[in-house]
């Protein structure tokens, strides 16, 4: 027999037959529930059963697409009781009876309709507009989560952290109440992932600071991830003793000593600002998910002892006892909630699917914020906040320089923008951009992070959550690598699964790409940027010089704070500090500190260098300056070049690139990452995609790691290289 069916029999025998047991003494009122709370709680648990029966008829019908149900985990309806409907909840994939629970408690939702259209991948359904079957709801504060596998735990954790340091700010307009409580649950295999191992150490390392970090993190433990068990107190050993963490432990088969342990786990979170680890003891009652089969891995003893824990048999039993509804009432209402379902599944079957690409794409980019446009800093502010660097200011400057100025001024003009990292505090970074910041804004605004990229990120990505404007920076490109999942699965998808209701906009700095002489190797020198060009939404910016540099990061700032939008700037590392071009004190690199309002650059517009129409060479970065430097020596040997420096590499500006380079004969691609999966390989598929008259070349990287000293650029685009390539192409 089907499991989900066997154990609905088996609740509907104890029903009919008087054989329902309770599982602790612990009464309603000791428990702090009262009778219509308890009956209420029933209700969305049997919803939340008779919801798990449904979606597996239907995958077998064709008509449901995706079945993790969470059939044993219905207890956590409780913290839908002792939570605010305000308070932002980041769900495992079995807490169903949770929004359906929240849901109950704010007029005019309809739970089961909204699922039910989820489970058919209705257009209609209203958090993911048929894009996947996510537990989620704009109004009931629920972000979706596609696949919760410890990967929301960051944000949770960034989230909670921002309220604290929004109040620090003085910042009102935030998206949680100043008393908020983040709710973050998983379960116990999920627990084990160093994903959520980071998190909940960031939580601590926090916490043990005296630093609000109001959140809960439910631990789900039904003993077993997919078919591998989890030892015997596991959970237990490793949570109830951290330091910074209030642990907690409840039966959340037991309707009252799961409420219990849920309101003080909200009481101790709410009042005392400070993170809790509610464990609670949960049960898997029809395997992982989909048709798998438990029988494979457990004995049909263990399928026994598992199903005689069903929290359904528990609260039914609570509820008589108290003598709140009789086992009858019990029944009907159960009945009456499979009926009700049956009659809506047969309309949500019928409504409207995605028709097509463009449909299904249509909430990659996030809807524009109304009301968005920020104004300039005033003079009398900037007066303020710069007078130590004002005669400075007007004399030419390297990148580093010109960008920490840049964020002083983006923070002036942004209340609502924080930046945050490993040592971007009172030291001012590796490379001096950040300098200055936390003494000309507080630690609120500029937040010294733990070593860790996930917590950085996701500090980020929480924050946007609460209408923060985060400008998070990674030291390295090579470290990101540690958390690209905080990029590429959580912050990048959010307003494609919600449908563009839920967006963290950010502007990750990340210091990277090769040619930094004296220091690092691979680690410091990374020439790769593949891990983001294939992320759809995100806008990738590599500036090459410094005017250029400020230029770039102010619309990055503004595309994520008017448009929404998820933004990597890669900054050179080789080129923060450079000055010259062609020869030592030229000065070439530098340039005056544009004030805010001059020197715009737009989302996909190129920089053009030059007139020349024999050759034009594409580049970016470092590939830039040595382009231009290669320039100078082909126009003495009669070789009229441009240079064109793209900017912006996704989304790629095609349409201005190949305008740019129409009048040339030839086109030299010239990309210092590495020929594999670099950014030359979508350049050559579109020249001859759409230029396919024109001679293409393309001069790369090879694919090698970076070494140390002085071999660092043996395996790089070098000026003379460029030259060679060009005379080539232009001799024939």
């Known amino acids: ?41 029933l209700h969305s648990q049997m919803t939340s059963r008779q919801l798990d029966r449904l979606s597996r008829k239907l995958q077998a019908r064709g008509e449901g697409f995706y079945t993790i ?92 952290f921002s309220i604290g340091i929004a109040r620090r700010m003085g910042y009102e307009d935030t998206v949680l109440a100043k008393d908020g409580v983040v709710l973050c649950s998983f379960g116990d295999a999920s627990a084990n992932h160093s994903t959520a191992v980071g998190a909940i150490n960031t939580a601590c390392w926090a916490a043990f600071q005296g630093t609000p970090l109001p959140i809960v993190f439910l631990c789900e433990d039904n003993g077993i991830g997919i078919s591998t068990r989890t030892p015997q107190g596991w959970i237990e050993a490793n949570y109830s003793g951290r330091a910074g963490l209030h642990y907690i432990a409840a039966d959340g088969c037991d309707m009252a000593d799961a409420f219990r342990a849920a309101a003080e786990a909200v009481d101790m979170a709410r009042r005392h600002r400070k993170p809790v680890f509610l464990h609670m003891k ?76 463009a449909e299904v794409m249509a909430s990659i980019v996030p809807p524009r914020r109304e009301g968005a446009a920020r104004t300039l800093p005033t003079p009398e502010a900037r007066a303020a906040i710069f007078a130590d660097d004002a ?98 699965g959580e912050a990048a998808t959010l307003s494609f699964f919600s449908n563009g209701q839920f967006t963290n906009p950010m502007v990750v700095r990340i210091a990277g790409l090769p040619y930094q002489k004296g220091f690092g190797g691979h680690f410091h020198n990374d020439n790769s940027l593949a891990v983001f060009r294939d992320i759809p939404g995100v806008i990738l910016a590599v500036p090459s010089n410094g005017r250029d540099a400020v230029a770039m990061l102010r619309e990055c700032v503004r595309l994520a704070d008017e448009e929404q939008r998820v933004v990597i700037f890669v900054e050179p590392i080789a080129l923060y500090m450079t000055r010259d071009l062609h020869a030592e004190g030229d000065g070439m690199w530098t340039a005056p500190y544009p004030p805010p309002g001059e020197a715009d650059i737009a989302l996909g517009q190129p920089g053009i260098h030059g007139e020349g129409t024999e050759l034009a060479i594409v580049t970016y970065g470092n590939g ?36 740019a380079t129409a009048p040339c004969q030839r086109v030299l691609i010239v990309d210092e990452c590495r020929i594999t999966g670099s950014q030359s390989e979508a350049l050559m598929a579109l020249f001859a995609e759409r230029q396919a008259g024109t001679p293409c070349a393309r001069l790369t990287a090879t694919d090698s790691f970076i070494p140390l000293g002085r071999a660092a650029t043996h395996t790089l685009p070098s000026r003379d290289m460029i030259v060679a390539k060009a005379l080539e192409m232009a001799r024939g």
């Open 69 to 160: 149900g969470s059939s044993g985990h219905e207890g956590n309806a409780v913290l839908a009781e002792a939570l605010r409907t305000d308070d932002i909840a980041f769900l495992h994939y079995r807490d169903a009876a949770f929004q359906v629970h929240r849901a109950s408690r704010v007029p005019g939702e309809t739970p089961t309709w909204d699922m039910l259209l989820s489970f058919t991948a209705s257009a209609e359904d209203p958090i993911s507009g048929g894009r996947h079957k996510v537990l989620g709801s704009k109004r009931l504060m629920i972000p979706p989560q596609t696949s919760t596998i410890a990967s929301h735990l960051p944000k949770a954790v960034g989230a909670a």
């Open 624 to 659: 830039t300056y040595l382009s231009l430097q290669a320039q100078k020596l082909l126009r003495e040997q009669g070789v009229a070049a441009r240079v064109i420096d793209l900017r912006w590499l996704a989304p790629l500006p095609e349409d201005a690139l190949l305008a």
């Open 282 to 357: 949960t049960v898997r009652l029809y395997g992982h998910a989909g048709n798998d089969m438990q029988l494979v891995y457990l004995s049909k003893d263990d399928i026994a002892r598992d199903e005689a824990r069903d929290p359904l048999l528990t609260s039914a039993a609570l509820l008589i006892e108290e003598g709140v509804m009789t086992a009858a009432e019990i029944r009907a209402e159960y009945d009456a909630i499979e009926r009700t379902l049956a009659a809506q599944v047969e309309q949500a079957i019928r409504r409207p699917k995605l028709k097509n690409a």
């Open 391 to 488: 005669g400075a200011m007007e004399k030419p400057q390297h990148m580093a320089k010109l960008l920490s100025w840049a964020l002083a001024d983006l923070l002036l003009q942004y209340p609502n923008a924080i930046v945050c990292g490993e040592d971007v505090g009172p030291k001012g970074g590796v490379y001096a951009v950040t300098q200055k910041l936390h003494q000309r804004f507080g630690s609120a605004r500029v937040v010294n992070t733990l070593l860790d990229e996930q917590a950085i990120l996701g500090l980020a990505i929480g924050a946007a959550h609460n209408g923060l404007l985060p400008l998070p920076e990674i030291q390295f490109l090579a470290y990101v690598h540690n958390a690209e999942d905080q990029i590429r």
């Open 1 to 41: 027999m089907d499991a989900a069916e066997q154990v609905h029999l088996k609740f509907l025998a104890a029903l009919d037959g008087g054989g329902l047991r309770r599982r602790s003494n612990l009464g309603l009122a000791e428990a702090g529930l009262t009778p219509d709370r308890a009956a209420a709680l």
